[in-house]
């Protein structure tokens, strides 16, 4: 069942779990767009007859889990998007991973460049062809000396300043802490990826005035880290 955490004409914010694509699905799989607009049907904020307008603005792997913001018109979608492109869309994530940082407080620059397939990402020299910069800073939120997995473990809030494919994955891996769960960039711990999107915040396209909205993840390894 779709969670909605705030709907009004122009826009929809939701929680999207882990599993689920948050844009059109290529195969007949579950996906956000689908799930929205049968909500929309459902409730009747669309026009009868009409598939109803459901603007993706910005994505999440289907694996992560959190808050998204879809666009019910064209203009909420423009206005949301060039917010997204000028960096005035805030999102903060947690993420468990495995290991612990150097500092409590740190600023990782790196330079990404994805595979031909588009199916991965790595950390790479500045100078290679197609790399790009990439960038994000992290707080140690909590400390497990002792997770499931027999060694430490550490909850982070994450601050994007960039957006690359797989970028809070391929960083974190590559400065020796892989996210847990993580099947792609980790040490094949078993259990749901430990990533979250847990905050957004944007100006409403009419409005104008700021709208944040938080959830907080309680599954898989969060669980542990949340008893401690």
């Known amino acids: 069942m779709l969670k909605v955490l705030y709907e009004d004409q122009e826009l929809l914010v939701v929680v999207k779990p882990a599993g689920m694509e948050s844009q059109a699905a290529r195969r007949f799989e579950p996906d956000m767009v689908s799930a929205i607009r049968n909500h929309l049907v459902m409730n009747k904020s669309c026009t009868p007859g009409q598939a109803p307008y459901v603007g993706v603005i910005h994505r999440l792997d289907k694996p ?24 005035q869309m805030k999102k903060v994530y ?18 990404l460049k994805k595979s031909v397939d588009g199916n991965y990402s790595q950390v790479v020299d500045k100078g290679i062809t197609g790399a790009k910069r990439a960038e994000l800073t992290l707080e140690a939120l ?8 027999g060694g430490p473990l550490t909850l982070l809030r994450i601050q994007l300043e960039t957006g690359r494919h797989h970028q809070i994955r391929v960083q974190l891996a590559a400065h020796g802490m892989p996210v847990y769960g993580d099947a792609r960039y980790g040490r094949g711990e078993k259990g749901p990826l430990a990533l979250c999107a847990v905050s957004l915040s944007f100006l409403h396209p009419r ?7 938080h959830m907080e993840p309680s599954d898989g390894a969060f669980a542990w880290m949340k008893e401690r």
């Open 94 to 111: 947690e993420a468990v991973v495995c290991g612990k940082p150097v500092n409590s407080v740190e600023n990782l620059v790196d330079y």
């Open 207 to 213: 409005t104008k005035k700021r709208m944040e909205f």
């Open 142 to 149: 909590r400390f497990l000396e002792e997770g499931p997995n």
């Open 64 to 87: 992560v889990s959190g808050v998204m913001v879809y666009a019910k018109t064209k203009n909420a979608a423009a206005a949301l998007s060039s917010q997204l492109q000028k960096h």
